[in-house]
């Protein structure tokens, strides 16, 4: 009996000892030296930086989330700088991202005195949300001027990365905006049309990429490039289109980004869209209440001012329900939305609804939406 314990206790400290070699073999995340604002890393012109966040913790005297509302919200940042010796436009590229929760990193670009947030002065705040390869524009820097550049986790995630300070941007112009209620295209087809222009200014591109994401993918996938078209005397057209088949059910991001030209500007975004197919065409977004007797039509998404024509028909027998002419005001929410009671009544539940936008510079664009209505309210 005594020889069997003295076993079990020379097992068990045999155990122990392995587990504590093993806890010292296995280094600790490395704390990033740029972790505390006043070892932030100095940023030469086209140098390539590559940084981790894990581990990182936030000096929390040195940030003021009111600054940048709910841009960010610091959980392991680090600090950079970067001094330009010449004045003009700079991108800051962000690539190579491998994060743990493949939610990316966020970027803030401020002025001031390190870590006396009553001087900052914020130029860019981004939240990816992705980890495709971007840039971020920043317009006329001043020569001389030290300009802070501040990286974290986006939603508490922990990436690696890399990041430029250069005159040549990288990868994909950052999005624009989310999805919303007054953004989401609903379709019930599988079959999606775009359709944009190209702008005289970026007529030099060879060609315009077609992207998109699904909302819960981390990357953005290429799923056509249109050549530019030129005519005989070498002019460019400007408008095309192009058509996608989606995979299926889901809320889905297309952008336009112009083909960079070798030694040329960077991606330029033409347009972007979110469209709901399937059962997310349905279904309202987070944090949103949706009134029984009212559509809302996704009319801030079209530049102010811009002239819109809205008809609105009866999908099944294709008759004419309503047609309206307005000047696009996005501050008028009376303006977006349209009544649906009669035709509730009448015992429709889909509306199909083809906006067409003539904005105030530039061409027309037409948009054709099929609608869900929603259910009539109970009666008392």
């Not at 994060?99 to 001087?119: F, I, K, S």
């Amino acid at each position: 009996m005594l020889r069997q314990v003295q076993h079990d206790v020379l097992f068990v400290r045999t155990c122990l000892q392995l587990l504590l070699a093993a806890a010292a073999a296995t280094p600790a995340a490395a704390q990033a030296p740029n972790d505390d604002i006043e070892n932030r890393r100095v940023l030469h012109l086209e140098e390539v930086v590559a940084s981790n966040t894990t581990g990182c913790t936030v000096q929390r005297s040195c940030v003021d989330e009111r600054l940048t509302g709910k841009c960010i919200e610091y959980h392991n940042d680090q600090w950079f700088a970067f001094t330009p010796a010449a004045a003009g436009h700079y991108f800051v590229n962000i690539g190579g991202q491998k994060c743990r929760d493949v939610r990316g990193v966020q970027l803030v670009v401020l002025t001031g005195q390190p870590c006396q947030p009553a001087t900052y002065r914020i130029l860019s705040c981004t939240s990816l949300g992705t980890q495709d390869d971007v840039f971020v524009t920043l317009d006329s820097l001043r020569a001389g001027q030290s300009y802070l550049l501040d990286v974290d986790g986006y939603l508490k995630d922990f990436c690696q990365f890399t990041l430029q300070v250069s005159q040549t941007a990288t990868g994909m112009p950052v999005s624009y905006f989310p999805p919303s209620p007054t953004r989401l295209l609903p379709t019930a087809s599988r079959v999606v049309e775009l359709r944009w222009t190209l702008p005289d200014s970026l007529a030099a591109a060879p060609a315009s990429r077609v992207l998109r994401r699904e909302i819960h993918d981390y990357r953005t996938h290429e799923v056509g490039r249109v050549p530019v078209r030129r005519d005989t005397y070498g002019r460019p057209e400007f408008n095309y289109a192009a058509t996608d088949t989606l995979p299926g059910p889901g809320i889905y991001e297309y952008q336009v980004l112009t083909a960079a030209a070798e030694n040329g500007p960077g991606a330029a975004r033409l347009r972007q869209w979110w469209y709901a197919y399937g059962t997310a065409a349905t279904a309202p977004l987070p944090g949103t209440v949706p009134r029984p007797d009212v559509v809302e039509l996704p009319l801030r998404r079209y530049p102010a001012r811009a002239r819109l024509s809205v008809v609105v028909t009866d999908p099944v027998t294709g008759r004419v329900l309503l047609a309206r002419q307005l000047v696009n005001q996005p501050a008028d929410p009376r303006q977006r939305q349209l009544p649906v009671r009669r035709w509730q009544q009448a015992g429709l539940k889909k509306i199909a609804v083809e906006i067409t936008c003539h904005p105030v510079r530039g061409d027309f664009s037409v948009d054709q939406l099929l609608l869900n209505l929603p259910a009539p309210a109970a009666r008392p």
